[in-house]
């Protein structure tokens, strides 16, 4: 879940991106930051430690963000989460920009529960079939159920497609239902 305050500093960072290229580098940024909290646990421990002072950390963020090659804008947004005791949730603020360039690209996330797991070319077929019907590029995001027998279920924004045998199923049971009525 992204916290409320990531929101504004993403929103924020990203008019300083003007170009999709530069939003695209800062979420890369971000994202190779957060990689490095998660590897590196003593980050992570620095960042949340009250007893270190605040210029202390901003010079190991700068130092990290040096070292990962981050662009200036990234460093900039990570120095100002430092100094307001934010950094330890760096991966909310990276996931709004996420959320927030995909946005900006057209981009939109299709929610898929499968069956089974789909091979790669069931996965680009399906890719291909839905950004057909909602002329935007999609990024699926899968997971796997079993309990829908077979087929599958695409949630993208309020829209869904259920072509799983449990939603047939279910289908069918109606119809019965009413045609019995």
């Known amino acids: 879940m992204i916290r409320k305050f990531a929101n504004p500093y993403a929103k924020a960072a990203l008019a300083l991106a003007p170009s999709d290229?530069?939003?695209?580098?800062?979420?890369?940024?971000l994202e190779r930051f957060v990689a490095a909290m998660e590897q590196v646990p003593q980050i992570a421990a620095m960042a949340?430690?009250?007893a270190v002072p605040?210029?202390?950390k901003v010079a190991i963020v700068e130092?990290?963000?040096r070292s990962l090659a981050i662009s200036n804008l990234?460093?900039?947004?990570?120095?100002l989460l430092t100094q307001n005791y934010r950094l330890v949730h760096v991966g909310d603020v990276a996931g709004a920009v996420a959320r927030m360039v995909k946005?900006?690209?057209g981009i939109v996330a299709a929610q898929v529960t499968s069956a089974v797991p789909l091979?790669?070319?069931?996965?680009d077929r399906l890719r291909s079939v839905l950004e057909g019907a909602l002329g935007k590029k999609v990024e699926l995001e899968v997971t796997v159920e079993p309990d829908l027998l077979g087929g599958f279920v695409a949630q993208v924004g309020s829209r869904r497609y259920d072509v799983s045998l449990r939603g047939q199923l279910r289908r069918?049971?109606?119809e019965m239902a009413s045609a019995s009525a």
Not at 119 to 123: I, L, V
């Open 21 to 29: 290229e530069e939003a695209s580098r800062l979420l890369a940024d």
């Open 48 to 50: 949340s430690n009250p």
């Open 54 to 56: 605040v210029e202390k």
């Open 63 to 65: 130092e990290i963000g």
């Open 74 to 79: 990234a460093l900039r947004l990570l120095r």
């Open 103 to 105: 946005q900006r690209l």
């Open 119 to 123: 091979d790669p070319a069931q996965a």
């Open 172 to 174: 069918m049971a109606e």
